[in-house]
């Protein structure tokens, strides 16, 4: 296929950067526990230090991969689908949205929201960065937000971006893995003073699983 080609379809987002897909338990926030095919996008320039999957910034290292090939592929697996990155609204994800909504599979994101809004979800988890905010349509479509802890000052940051999102949000502080033991007990001592909040833990880093 040309080059051409290939950047019209990854335009309207019937090819995508697959980085990689896997069907496993969601470890993280108010979904934990439970059984979904998770798609993963090349391509980020948010550019957290403590990142665990910096291989996913560069999008070029990741193939652009048919969508329709995608969804069929989480088709065989599950009836939830978590679309994360990278970033992966700086793909237009209308398209792969659409189709797996036809299928009767959830579509759930996992974003930071600094790129602009598209698709079409059942679930948006907002997880915004200092390093590059959240836009406003991402405020306001918050299902979840999930801030990480790596140091006190997180916390004042992740209240900052509370006051941003909706009612029905639901709230999550996690901890950064590197800084967990220390971080963990000031996020047990935080949620129980503010109950607002809840405790996400990276239970499939303790279960070892992807």
């Not at 970033?87 to 659409?98: A, C, F, G, R």
Request: aromatic share 10%; net charge negative.
């Amino acid at each position: 296929m040309l080059k051409k080609e290939v950047q019209e379809l990854i335009n309207t987002g019937e090819m995508l950067p697959l980085m990689e897909e896997f069907y496993t338990i969601q470890g993280e926030g108010a979904h934990t526990g439970t059984a979904a095919y998770f798609i993963r996008i090349g391509g980020c320039d948010v550019g957290c230090h403590w990142c665990d999957v910096k291989e996913s910034w560069d999008a070029n290292l990741h193939p652009p991969t048919k969508t329709d090939i995608i969804v069929e592929n989480a088709k065989k697996y599950a009836e939830t689908v978590v679309i994360t990155g990278g970033e992966p609204l700086m793909w237009s994800l209308d398209y792969i949205t659409q189709q797996l909504q036809e299928k009767g599979i959830k579509t759930h994101i996992e974003t930071s929201g600094a790129y602009d809004f598209s698709g079409v979800w059942d679930w948006f988890c907002l997880s915004p960065k200092k390093t590059k905010l959240p836009l406003e349509r991402a405020y306001q479509e918050a299902d979840e937000l999930k801030m990480i802890i790596h140091n006190k000052n997180d916390f004042q940051f992740a209240e900052e971006q509370a006051a941003k999102v909706g009612e029905k949000c639901k709230l999550f502080l996690q901890p950064e893995w590197s800084k967990k033991e220390k971080m963990t007990p000031q996020i047990i001592d935080y949620v129980m003073e503010h109950p607002q909040w809840k405790i996400s833990l990276q239970t499939h880093k303790y279960l070892n699983i992807p």
